[in-house]
């Protein structure tokens, strides 16, 4: 019994140290696409115009964005989707 016991407490240990190295990384990413559109919103000549940003539904930022190709290409980066909720007519 104290084994099935302390099999779960070390399943419930790891599973906690999972999560919060998982909430590690999204918050990671979060600041770098934070960062990323920081940057292309104070270019003025190449920022997102205000009246797109407006209307759109969704926003996604893939910072580190690895494109590959050789007769079929392919691309791979992990970032960030937002999008609003709700009506806003």
């Known amino acids: 019994m104290k084994s099935v016991q302390a099999s779960c407490l070390l399943l419930l240990l790891l599973s906690s140290a ?42 996604g930022i893939v910072p580190g964005l690895k494109k590959a190709g050789l007769g079929l290409g392919g691309k791979y980066g992990k970032g960030m989707v937002m999008c609003r909720k709700g009506d806003r007519s």
Do not use: H, Y
């Not at 696409?33 to 920081?38: D, I, L, N, R």
């Open 18 to 59: 999972a999560i919060a190295a998982d909430r590690s990384d999204v918050v990671k990413r979060l600041q770098r696409a934070t960062g990323v559109f920081t940057e292309i919103m104070k270019t003025p000549d190449k920022g997102i115009p205000e009246d797109l940003l407006n209307k759109c539904e969704c926003v």
